[in-house]
């Protein structure tokens, strides 16, 4: 199991609003938060190596559902399992109206609080960014709820090294956090992906 587990299928389930839209079935989930167009669908098309699994758009504000998928892996020839991930709806786009706007923290919030299936958040920032107020109140969710979160720092291939460990270090101080346990991460590069599936392995698991 060392190497991390292989994901082998994944499949869309269904779209959902409210708690009594959720799929019903007993699997592990990991879900996926962050600000609008940050990267989460293309995070989710790369660590399950799919074009295009989770809609990714140039047009911010695309992924207004609770997006439901599960997913076949294989930790060796004779062993595999299935677990769920979930693409929440992206927070903070300035595009739409108030009332669409406020309906992330509700939504998400609601989900945190009903999904017993939970094991663990992946919580996206863009790595050129600096931390907003929505980052925090997520952040701080997740604290408060006692939810295992990984921190993934996603875009890392638009910036040079050196303005990327720059970048990471004030995120951390902003989160209160060491800057070794944000994982910087990039859709078109591969970067991360391994620490991702790991961390994944590892909520799904224990
Ligand atoms: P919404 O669902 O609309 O809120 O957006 P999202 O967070 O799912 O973002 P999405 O994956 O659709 O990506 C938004 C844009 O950023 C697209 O044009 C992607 O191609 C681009 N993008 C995402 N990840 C990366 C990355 O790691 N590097 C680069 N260079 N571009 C990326
Ligand atoms: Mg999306």
């Known amino acids: 199991m060392n190497d991390g587990f292989r994901i082998v299928e994944s499949q869309f389930v269904k779209s959902a609003v409210q708690p009594s839209d959720y799929p019903q079935q007993a699997l592990a989930e990991i879900a996926f938060v962050g600000k609008s167009n940050v990267g989460k669908s293309s995070l989710i098309n790369t660590i399950l190596a799919r074009k295009a699994i989770a809609k990714t758009s140039s047009t911010p504000g695309k992924t ?7 997913i076949r892996y294989k930790l060796d ?25 406020d ?22 920032l863009d790595s050129r960014h600096s931390l907003d107020s929505k980052d925090q109140i997520m952040h701080q969710m997740l604290i408060a709820k006692q939810i295992p979160h ?31 346990k944000i994982v910087p991460f990039s859709a078109p590069n591969k970067t ?14 224990y």
């Not at 207004?64 to 599960?70: A, R």
């Not at 979930?86 to 739409?96: H, I, N, Q, S």
């Not at 923290?105 to 017993?116: A, G, L, N, Q």
């Not at 921190?151 to 956090?177: C, G, Y």
């Open 64 to 70: 207004q559902l609770i997006n439901f998928f599960n």
């Open 77 to 101: 020839e004779s062993q595999q399992g299935y677990f769920s991930i979930v693409d929440l709806p992206g927070y903070g786009y300035a595009k739409v109206s108030k009332k669409q706007r």
């Open 103 to 124: 309906s992330w923290k509700v939504m998400i919030e609601s989900y945190f609080d009903k999904r017993t299936e939970l094991q663990g958040v992946i919580l996206i």
């Open 150 to 180: 990984l921190i993934v720092a996603t875009k890392a291939d638009k910036l040079n090294q050196k303005n990327l460990m720059r970048n990471l270090k004030s995120l951390t101080m902003d989160l209160n956090m060491p800057t070794s």
């Open 192 to 205: 991360g992906v391994k620490e991702v599936i790991m961390w994944i392995q590892r909520q799904v698991f």
